[in-house]
T-cell receptor
Framework: NAGVTQTPKFQVLKTGQSMTLQCAQD?????MSWYRQDPGMGLRLIHY???????DQGEVPNGYNVSRSTTEDFPLRLLSAAPSQTSVYFC???????????FGSGTRLTVV | AQSVTQLDSQVPVFEEAPVELRCNYS??????LFWYVQYPNQGLQLLLK??????LVESINGFEAEFNKSQTSFHLRKPSVHISDTAEYFC????????????FGTGTLLAVQP
């Protein structure tokens, strides 16, 4: 039982490059979400999904795209990376009840 | 608006002293409440949660939190801290509804000194 798997664990990008952060869960959870963690700001919600084919914006969606073609996968795309997107990114999933969330181990992204 | 407030960004405390980390949330009919802990350079670990029932919930390592509906608070306490408790602690709230969004506070760094 792998839980929530995030790849890569570390990434360095140049300004303007694009990349996709991968997130996969094997618990058949309906709800998945992406957060970014910055010092002094806690975890802020970027995008979330309540099921395959359904996504919505969170608190800080600008510069990020998501899609949910399957229940298991919820990739986060940076189309044109900016230094302001340097952060630690966490993916999480939950069942329909929302009474327990499983977090991935995080991706540390640096944009230079 | 749905929000979670952790007023203390840092709480320094001596080893074996008691500690309270405060968490308040914006009012709602029913909520699920969570405390997460993050040790240096690690991911998030669930410390404890309140879903329903008894308003006092406990963790396996001696922390406890009490749900207070009238004050919309969910403060975290420990009667005697250890050096190993040094970490950042996040309060989070699921306000329910169709989205199950989990909203986090800004975190409190608990710094235990010998």
């Amino acid at each position: 039982n792998a839980g929530v798997t995030q790849t890569p664990k570390f990434q360095v990008l140049k300004t303007g490059q694009s990349m996709t952060l991968q997130c996969a869960q094997d618990m058949n959870h309906e709800y998945m979400s992406w957060y970014r963690q910055d010092p002094g700001m806690g975890l802020r919600l970027i995008h979330y999904s309540v099921g395959a084919g359904i996504t919505d914006q969170g608190e800080v969606p600008n510069g990020y795209n998501v899609s949910r073609s399957t229940t298991e996968d919820f990739p986060l795309r940076l189309l044109s990376a900016a230094p302001s997107q340097t952060s630690v990114y966490f993916c999480a999933s939950s069942d329909r009840d929302g009474d327990g969330y499983t977090f991935g181990s995080g991706t540390r992204l640096t944009v230079v | 608006a749905q929000s979670v407030t952790q007023l203390d960004s840092q709480v320094p405390v001596f080893e074996e002293a008691p500690v309270e980390l405060r968490c308040n949330y914006s009012s709602s009919v029913s909520v699920y409440l969570f405390w997460y802990v993050q040790y240096p350079n690690q991911g998030l670990q669930l410390l404890l949660k309140y879903l329903s029932g008894s308003t006092l919930v406990e963790s396996i390592n001696g922390f406890e939190a009490e749900f207070n509906k009238s004050q919309t608070s969910f403060h975290l306490r420990k009667p005697s801290v250890h050096i190993s408790d040094t970490a950042e602690y996040f309060c989070a709230v699921n306000y329910g509804g169709a989205t199950n969004k989990l909203i986090f506070g800004t975190g409190t760094l608990l710094a235990v000194q010998p």
